[in-house]
């Protein structure tokens, strides 16, 4: 397993596990940290890899405080914020997005700016009830990125998206889970074991179909709804011949547990 410097990476049983690993920044995305996530999400994602689910988390008492603005010309004139967009974001972004397998983030502490992109951008979302969701951005002077005025609207609906993101305050879990922005929230000494267990149930799941899943779920996004029924038989037909589709079929009829392989 490839050691890195500002991520923790383990692969258990089909769960692949990204921490990311910065405590005493609060996570923040240096350009180490970014460029470890992106080596590891391809990881997970390359041809033969045994990851069946990605969990991503955080150490200590965040998940991720956005962009690190410490770092190199962060606070200086001449930066080209749209360049390191382009450059060191968009390829984890879409990476992740284009992933076979399903993505689960557990939002152990504050997810705000790039971090709450990067959080909301998986299929399931769990939080620590002490977690807050915050688009950080207009608190620096800047428009949301990272995916975040693509997501959150759709997420939990205009009027609270721009809400969020002209005033800049802390969302915190309970009302992220009342909005519908999130799955779950969880107590917090709880929130990697829960992790784990649904990490486990994903990485145990039939994992074409729940890779099918999240991309018809993503084709919706653009498609009209006679494009969307049609993408939806096109991936049954897929789905009828996977082993895993059998296995179901044949243990609800023999009245078993099925036992999927993610074939
Ligand atoms: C940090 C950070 C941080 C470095 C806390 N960086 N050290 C932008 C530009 C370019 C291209 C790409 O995209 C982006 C997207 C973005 O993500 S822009 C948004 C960037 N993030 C923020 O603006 C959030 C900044 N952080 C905060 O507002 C607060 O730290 C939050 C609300 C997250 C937490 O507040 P507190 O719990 O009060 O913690 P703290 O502020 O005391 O922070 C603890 C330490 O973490 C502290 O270091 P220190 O050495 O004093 O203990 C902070 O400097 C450090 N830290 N966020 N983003």
């Not at 606070?75 to 968009?90: C, E, T, V």
Request: with cysteine; net charge negative; glycine share 10%.
């Amino acid at each position: 397993m490839a050691d890195y410097e500002n991520i923790l990476f383990s692969l258990e049983d089909g769960l692949a596990t990204i921490t990311l690993n910065r405590p005493e920044s609060l996570n923040a995305l240096s350009s180490g940290l970014k460029a470890d996530l992106l080596h590891a999400v391809r990881r997970v994602g390359q041809k033969g890899s045994d990851a069946r689910a990605l969990l991503i988390t955080g150490t200590g008492r965040a998940f991720c405080a956005g962009a690190d603005l410490m770092e190199g010309n962060m606070g200086s004139a001449d930066r080209d914020l749209g360049k390191s967009l382009i450059d060191d974001y968009h390829p984890i972004l879409l990476e992740l997005a284009d992933l076979d397998v399903p993505v689960l983030s557990a939002v152990n502490g504050v997810a705000a700016g790039a971090g709450m992109s990067i959080a909301i951008s998986a299929d399931i979302v769990i939080a620590a009830h002490s977690a807050y969701f915050l688009q950080a951005f207009v608190n620096i002077g800047l428009v949301p990125d990272a995916g975040s005025t693509f997501l959150l609207p759709r997420l939990v609906g205009s009027a609270r998206a721009r809400a969020m993101m002209m005033l800049g305050e802390r969302i915190p879990s309970d009302k992220a889970l009342e909005w519908g922005l999130i799955y779950e929230v969880v107590d917090d000494d709880m929130i990697q074991l829960r992790a784990k267990e649904l990490g486990h149930q994903l990485a145990n799941g039939p994992t074409r179909a729940l890779s099918g899943i999240r991309h018809l779920v993503s084709q919706s996004q653009k498609n009209n709804y006679a494009e969307q029924l049609q993408a939806e038989a096109g991936m049954q037909r897929q789905m009828g011949g996977t082993e895993d589709a059998i296995e179901g079929v044949m243990a609800f009829v023999q009245k078993r547990k099925a036992d999927f392989k993610g074939k």
